[in-house]
């Protein structure tokens, strides 16, 4: 794991709470709230039980998606893979989270499972300041950004100059758009009279 990703790892353990979404065996979404519990170069832990629906979506697919909102509207975003690791990680969760005794005293503790996400993708993303800032970070995986990009067909007219909330595309042929800065609403491409402006997915390859 790269610096700028341990970065953000450990940002989501201080932050601590978060949003996690799975997928049951149906397709339908689920959401709920849960604790980063370890951060480490390996990935994040957290744990659940095995009786209920997560814990059972998570074994099925294997995938796992955070949300989380920091200090001064700096929100975290996370889409990962995840996998069940041993009871050692078990104890080390309750080593490092000592409220969790209260709430599996003893051996109660044995109905949980820790889980690793092992590898993702994810954004920071800083609202309270002009222009906005966001940065993208990966681990175990390489990550192509999402956003936009203004193709070699623009002419310079400057109509997504005019547009842009942010003013963060630069005049040229092709204008350019700082991607830092970019809310990504699109507002730049719906108005090009020539089209030139390309809608970026996320895409990921695996690092082995």
């Keep these: 794991m790269d610096e700028k990703a341990r970065k953000y790892v450990d940002m989501f353990r201080q932050v601590k709470i978060a949003s996690a979404a799975t997928v049951d065996i149906e397709g339908h979404p689920h959401s709920r709230i849960i604790n980063i ?11 659940t039980s095995k009786g209920k629906p997560f814990y059972e979506q ?4 294997g995938e796992i998606a955070l949300s989380a909102m920091c200090p001064e509207c700096q929100s975290l975003k996370f889409t990962g893979k995840v996998k069940m690791v041993g009871k050692e990680w078990l104890e080390k969760v309750f080593e490092d989270n000592p409220g969790m005794k209260e709430v599996y005293p003893g051996e109660t503790r044995m109905i949980l499972d820790a889980f690793l996400i092992y590898e993702g993708y994810g954004e920071w993303f800083d609202l309270l300041h002009h222009p906005i800032n966001r940065e993208s970070f990966s681990y175990g995986m390489e990550e192509e950004k ?8 623009c002419f310079g007219c400057g109509a997504c100059i005019k547009v842009c909330p942010q003013g963060c595309i630069s005049e040229g042929t092709p204008c350019h ?22 809608k970026l997915h996320v895409t990921v390859h695996s690092q082995a």
């Excluded at 998570?58 to 697919?61: I, N, S």
């Excluded at 758009?177 to 390309?198: D, K, M």
Aim: hydrophobic content about 40%; glycine content about 6%.
């Design 58 to 61: 998570l074994v099925q697919t």
């Design 37 to 47: 519990m370890i951060s480490s170069d390996e990935g994040m832990y957290i744990v």
């Design 177 to 198: 758009i700082q991607s830092e800065h970019c809310l990504q609403c699109g507002a730049c491409r719906e108005v090009c009279p020539v089209e030139a402006v390309l």
């Design 146 to 153: 999402a956003g936009f990009q203004i193709q070699d067909s």
